[in-house]
């Protein structure tokens, strides 16, 4: 008997809601083996999947806490920012330099790598699908707004940064959630 076509089978554990993968693979994997290994019809179900997962997995409330994990992941760290450096310039009389170096890109970034590892501690697999995109547009948004007044590498560095750091804190929180303590975050 031939297997399920692999491409199409990670289509469907990729789109599916985390609680629900082993059942509707499952499902199609039996139905599958009932049809006498059909590979066409298994390409039409997941092709007609797909969507319906993807929209099942959002209505579970995963894109809520992805939207906190972007709001705290990219629009915390700019404004958390920019109330630092008013108050910095407040207190410095007659700073006339309004460019911004080396340490306040610096900070901004460590601030930036902090505050997202921990919103990626809210986020499922499913929610980071929605949260680092989203994160990195809000980055982009940010960049664009203050473009004259950041380092030139500033803007990759913020959206690696708020990448790797959302996907760190979800890891984070796959491995406090996993019973035995560890395991692949899949």
């Known amino acids: 008997m031939t297997a399920p076509p692999r491409l199409a089978k990670w289509m469907v554990r990729t789109a599916c809601p985390e609680r629900d993968v082993e059942y509707v693979v499952g499902d199609l994997d039996a139905e599958f083996a009932l049809r006498g290994g059909e590979r066409r019809w298994y390409w039409r179900q997941a ?3 797909v969507g319906a997962l993807a929209m099942m997995g959002m209505r579970r409330n ?3 806490y992805a939207l906190l994990a972007v ?3 990219s629009a915390a760290p700019a404004v958390l920012m920019e109330a630092w450096w008013s108050f910095m310039l407040s207190n410095v009389p007659l700073k006339a330099d309004a460019m911004r170096h080396g340490d306040f890109a610096g900070i901004s970034l460590g ?4 505050l997202a590892m921990c919103a990626g501690t809210v986020c499922t697999r499913w929610g980071l699908r929605l949260a680092i995109p ?3 547009g809000f980055v982009l948004l940010g960049q664009a707004a ?3 007044i950041v380092p030139w590498w500033f803007c990759g560095a913020s959206l690696a940064t708020v990448g790797l750091a959302l996907t760190a804190g979800a890891w984070v929180r796959h491995l406090i959630d996993k019973p035995n303590g560890g395991g692949t975050f899949a």
């Open 62 to 64: 995963d894109w809520e």
């Open 71 to 73: 709001f705290v992941a």
């Open 111 to 114: 601030l930036t790598a902090v």
């Open 47 to 49: 092709l007609r999947s």
């Open 134 to 136: 989203a994160a990195w």
């Open 146 to 148: 203050v473009h004259n």
